[in-house]
């Protein structure tokens, strides 16, 4: 039990490395996070409604998946360039459309979601 609690420890350890290198090295991956904090505010501010609020959070789940997959895929195919094959950039390019398109989905959903509770912030702040 013990030396499973260790190696548990030790994967977490890694885990949190992970992020702290794609927080300290990843200018995206930091964009990205703000905006995960800047819609969680939201999500308190406006105290959206709890099904909005988990569909928020797994967007935000999926864009920073997607975000560190693409690193890990750059990285390989950096490995792999001293013998480049064609396919390494359109990888990268591919991985990055990838991220682009959940990006994209993610601010749709968001403004689906946020605009009613703008909407109604605006017109009680126009009857004031």
Do not use: C, Q
């Not at 499973?4 to 927080?23: C, M, N, Q, R, W």
């Amino acid at each position: 039990m013990r030396n499973e609690l260790k190696k548990f420890l030790k994967s977490l350890k890694h885990a949190i490395d992970g992020l702290t290198y794609a927080v300290a090295h990843e200018r995206n991956f930091r964009i990205e996070l703000f905006v995960a904090i800047l819609v969680l505010f939201l999500i308190f501010v406006f105290k959206v409604k709890n099904w909005e609020a988990i569909v928020l959070i797994l967007m935000i789940m999926w864009v920073l998946i997607a975000e560190l997959i693409n690193t890990v895929l750059e990285r390989v195919m950096d490995i792999l360039k001293p013998r480049i094959h064609p396919y390494a950039h359109l990888i990268k390019d591919l991985m990055a459309g990838a991220v682009l398109i959940s990006s994209v989905v993610a601010i749709a959903v968001g403004v689906i979601i946020f605009y009613p509770y703008f909407r109604d912030l605006t017109g009680f702040l126009n009857a004031l």
